[in-house]
């Protein structure tokens, strides 16, 4: 089994930055496709940011276009989140998610992902 552990959530001011982490350990081998997720009191899961298994490709949801970066680095089996120029919007519970998938395709389907961190607060303070 493979498990994934966020961590770097913290309150931070609008218009501050901040850098989530997930690691991830157990039977690892291969190389992963990394998706960030997050939720919202009240909404549903979304799609933020993923990475293809070949680090090639990277796709956002238009919402964090320009302020988020999403990185992979499958030997150390880590991917990060940089939030840059965060909005009170952007508070939510975050998610790692990771697929063993190689190749240049990014997963921004939930569906796609077979393994799950535990979530990190976020909160933005205006």
């Known amino acids: 089994q493979v498990q994934l552990v966020e961590s770097g959530g913290r309150l931070v001011q609008a218009g501050g930055s901040l850098r989530l982490s997930c690691a991830a350990s157990?039977?690892?081998?291969?190389?992963?496709?990394w998706g960030w997720f997050r939720q919202a009191p009240g909404k549903d899961r979304e799609f933020v940011a993923g990475?293809?298994?070949?680090?090639?490709?990277?796709d956002y949801a238009d919402s964090v276009k320009g302020r988020f970066t999403i990185s992979g680095d499958n030997a150390k089996k880590t991917s990060y989140l940089q939030m840059n120029t965060v909005k009170p919007e952007d508070t939510a519970v975050y998610y790692c998610a990771a697929a063993y998938k190689w190749g240049s395709a990014v997963l921004n389907s939930a569906s796609d992902y077979d393994y799950w961190g535990q979530g990190t607060q976020v909160t933005v303070s205006s």
């Open positions: 990475i293809s298994g070949n680090g090639g490709t990277t």
């Open positions: 157990g039977r690892t081998f291969g190389s992963f496709a």
